[in-house]
T-cell receptor, first 113, second 113 residues
């Protein structure tokens, strides 16, 4: 248990569906992140939220829409995804600033059919 | 973009053997982190390093922050079957976006009993 909880753990969705991934952290951190992990690729940073404001969007397609309603919760809204979007989506949190570590959730395994 | 070169890509070892893996970069880092990821799970933080030359242990694991600040290594002594997994290095570049980690591609460790 790392203090970062992601739901659901597994999700299968069609290309026309709309779904949301949820992340909750209980560590008192002020920054949250979405990462994508595909086979044989390094972890790809998607979005960064600091103090509930989006501070980075790494050229992610608009079919991925993040939402951070407060410092403990982070969502990733999904719509009209493509099969190549199938991956493990990881949420992480940290304290912004130097010398801090990121703690990850268990991930959501997403399959787009 | 910035890259971390992690090697080896995979290792097959006998139980009881020692393991060594490393990460290098052309950029200067001010933080090095080592994570382990089990199949279908999120990465779990093993060791965090913040100072050049720092040597830190966590049980059978030892990691060092290279004095050039461009590399780090992780050693595992007397490996056991539960050490199986993918090990990732991650770092924060000196002067880079605060809180943004760069990840290596991982070292997949297999241990034969």
């Amino acid at each position: 248990e790392t203090g970062v909880t992601q739901t659901p753990r597994h999700l299968v969705m069609g290309m026309t569906n709309k779904k949301s991934l949820k992340c909750e952290q209980h560590l008192g951190h002020n920054a949250m992140y979405w990462y994508k992990q595909s086979a044989k690729k390094p972890l790809e940073l998607m979005f960064v939220y600091s103090l509930e404001e989006r501070v980075e969007n790494n050229s992610v397609p608009s079919r991925f829409s993040p939402e951070c309603p407060n410092s403990s919760h982070l969502f990733l809204h999904l719509h009209t995804l493509q099969p190549e979007d199938s991956a493990l989506y990881l949420c992480a949190s940290s304290q912004r600033g130097e010398g801090t570590e990121a703690f990850f959730g268990q991930g959501t395994r997403l399959t787009v059919v | 973009g910035q890259q971390l070169n992690q090697s080896p890509q995979s290792m097959f070892i006998q139980e009881g053997e020692d393991v060594s893996m490393n990460c290098t970069s052309s950029s200067i880092f001010n933080t090095w982190l080592w994570y382990k990821q089990d199949p279908g799970e999120g990465p779990v933080l093993l060791i965090a390093l913040y100072k050049a030359g720092e040597l830190t242990s966590n049980g059978r694991l030892t990691a060092q922050f290279g004095i050039t600040r461009k590399d780090s290594f992780l050693n595992i002594s007397a490996s056991i079957p539960s050490d199986v997994g993918i090990y990732f290095c991650a770092g924060k570049i000196y002067g880079g976006s605060q809180g943004n980690l760069i990840f290596g591609k991982g070292t997949k460790l297999s241990v034969k009993p």
